[in-house]
């Protein structure tokens, strides 16, 4: 089990930057939101030519990974499914937006935050199983 731990590790270590990445990204839209410097056409073209990208790359890069164990499969399968509703979450605020439909954007938003705290429990999960063999995974690790 040690060997495939290190190699889950390995592998999901540049993807915990790439979320880093994604959220700093997604934290100063929400700066700019709350102090009012952009408006909402340039908020959502950044959401769709910034964010969602990015949020893309980093749900089919996880989705990528395989695993050996049925734990670490478990586990993972987990960290798809927060990443995957992120960046669905994502495209449904755009969506929203562009439908004029705030029900629907707030909807969205909520599950934004919903996939955080998915991803958080995978984290915690994760790093439970991880610590004995001296590996940990940090959600927002320091970009390089």
Known sequence: MADEIASYHAAMDPLMRQNTRLA?????????????KSDSDQIVERIE???????NQLKESMANIQTSSQQLTGLHQKAVA?????AQAYR???????GND?????????KVGEA?????AYVREINNLMEPYGYHLDEFPPEQ
């Open 24 to 36: 700093n990204k997604y934290l100063a839209l929400a700066k700019a939101i709350h102090k009012e």
């Open 116 to 120: 955080k705290v998915m991803a958080e």
């Open 49 to 55: 030519t910034e964010i969602i990208p990015l949020a």
């Open 82 to 86: 927060a990443w995957s509703n992120q």
């Open 102 to 110: 705030l029900e629907s954007f707030n909807k969205a938003h909520g």
């Open 92 to 98: 449904d605020l755009v969506a929203a937006y562009h």
